[in-house]
């Protein structure tokens, strides 16, 4: 049995949640079209007879302009050290552009072997992934004493082009003779967190653009039976107008939230679920750090 972890990390929406989800053939981490949907560093676990590998995936890398922001930082930060092997997500449908190429080569100095995965390549076609392959490719050979890209690989996390060629490359930085998880974990996550994060994912695809990023949630109660599932939960913004918008005309929007979280719940359960509501304001709770620790985002 070997094992070890890899680290994946990239820009905002360049689908490193949608790859660790194909990686793991789980729904490990929440997906949306909004930017800096993952807040935390969330472990994806594989196991199989041959090997255990622990996808990493990792909020996506910005200047951060609040006390979250800056909290996501430090946890791609500490997340993309010490790892077996690093991968960076590129967004093969976007030019590729100078800060793309200055954050592959500041990451090769680490001296962790990195991957650059081009995803979205069934967006893109031929005409968008060539250059990028092109601009790519001088990375590979090892200059100045810097390191080097072991493999490029282009992928559709969409349709799973070449996910399983990329899971066979990474399998070979395995080395540690270890079992980190008992076979059966696929993430490290407890389930009254990702029954969190799935409630937040229902609100982002729910809710218009200006009130996502100052949306978190606090899973209050959550009492697990045998075949049922209890949970009481706040929805945080930072405003009374969001706070208007979230619950909806008489009610409506928040029930379209509940509906649909109860049952990305209740797939990942198995279970029957009972899931409350409550919308609170906590203004400008993204800059300050009490509020941040109430929401789960801090020590």
Request: with cysteine; proline share 4%.
């Amino acid at each position: 049995m070997r094992s070890g972890f890899i680290a994946i990390i990239g820009k905002p929406n360049a689908g490193k949640s949608s790859l660790t989800n194909r990686l793991t053939g789980e729904k490990i981490s929440i997906v949306t079209p909004k930017p800096q949907t993952t807040r935390d560093a969330v472990r994806g676990i594989l196991t199989t007879s041959e090997y255990q590998m622990i996808f990493v995936d990792t909020p996506g890398l910005l200047r951060p302009r609040t006390e979250l922001g800056k909290y996501m930082s430090r946890e791609t930060d500490q997340s993309s050290r010490d790892v077996d092997a690093l991968v960076i997500v590129i967004d093969g449908s976007r030019p590729f552009g100078k800060g793309d190429r200055e954050l592959v080569e500041s990451r090769l100095k680490s001296g962790i072997p990195t991957y650059v995965v081009v995803n979205k390549v069934d967006l893109a076609g031929y005409e968008k992934t060539y250059p990028i392959l092109s601009a790519l490719s001088p990375l590979m050979k090892d200059e100045d004493g810097r390191g080097a890209i072991k493999e490029i690989v282009p992928v559709s996390c969409a349709t799973g082009e070449n996910i399983d060629a990329l899971r066979d490359m990474l399998a070979k930085e395995l080395h540690d003779e270890v079992m980190y998880y008992p076979e059966g974990d696929v993430t490290d996550r407890p389930v009254r967190f990702v029954a969190g994060e799935i409630i937040r994912e229902k609100a982002l695809l729910l809710l218009q653009d200006e009130v996502p990023h100052g949306v978190g949630i606090i899973v209050n109660v959550f009492e697990e039976k045998k075949g049922s599932v209890y949970i009481e939960a706040e929805v945080v913004c930072e405003r009374e107008s969001h706070k208007r918008i979230i619950i909806g005309d008489k009610g409506s929007m928040i029930k379209r939230i509940g509906e649909a979280a109860r049952k990305g719940i209740a797939d990942m359960t198995g279970k029957n679920v009972y899931l409350k509501l409550f919308v609170k304001v906590r203004e400008g709770w993204r800059n300050k750090r009490n509020y941040m620790r109430d929401l789960g985002y801090g020590d």
